[in-house]
């Protein structure tokens, strides 16, 4: 019977690594002797931070679907739409792609991240030895990845804004949505920037007598 690999870490080898220069020194010590830094084993309330960031970004993201994302103008007659009447829109202006661009951008990556986010944060409380420390960090990273794309919703807007502008014929400003859609996307951000990825590991390892 194979047996599973075992990792030693800084902390159990009684070592505590610089965040800003990565010397390492003695656990213990509370600043580096190298760049000055504070140094901390674990980053305080790490998820605590994540957790109130995640509510924030909840919080901006309701309004975001509620209130109009783009106001279009055309011939006089005005409409305004959220970001699931823009995608309806896009697509009876046979604008399919946009349209998938958006909704993709707009619902299903917002929900995602949401949802990705939870569920490592929660993971984390779990006993250790009943997640992957792997698999955690895969969806991390994923969650990170992603977080550079989350603006190309407010981006197609800000472009439909710039492009389609006919004077009384037909124009398109940005509604209200778009600035708690930046802003949701700003605190899911900060959110999954807030975890201390080592955290997975102290979750993942099995506790030894």
Wanted: proline share 5%; glycine share 6%.
């Amino acid at each position: 019977m194979a047996h599973p690999e075992i990792r030693l870490t800084a902390r159990a080898a009684g070592l505590v690594a610089c965040r800003h220069c990565a010397h390492v020194w003695p656990a213990g010590s509370h600043s580096c002797g190298f760049c000055g830094g504070h140094l901390s084993s674990r980053v305080p309330q790490s998820l605590q931070k994540v957790w109130a960031w995640w509510t924030a970004g909840i919080i901006a993201y309701i309004p975001a679907n509620l209130f109009p994302m783009m106001k279009t103008s055309m011939l006089g007659s005005d409409t305004a739409s959220t970001i699931l009447g823009g995608v309806v829109e896009l697509l009876h202006h046979h604008a399919y792609f946009v349209a998938i661009v958006v909704f993709f951008a707009s619902v299903c990556i917002p929900i995602a991240k949401f949802m990705a986010i939870a569920w490592i944060a929660t993971a984390i409380r779990r006993p250790r030895g009943s997640v992957s420390a792997h698999q955690l960090h895969r969806v991390h990273d994923v969650v990170e990845f992603i977080g550079r794309w989350s603006m190309i919703d407010v981006f197609v807007v800000a472009i439909l804004s710039a492009l389609v502008q006919f004077s009384v014929v037909v124009s398109i400003h940005p509604g209200l949505a778009a600035i708690s859609f930046a802003a949701s996307v700003g605190f899911t951000m900060l959110s999954a920037q807030s975890l201390d990825p080592r955290l997975i590991y102290d979750a993942s390892e099995p506790l030894h007598e």
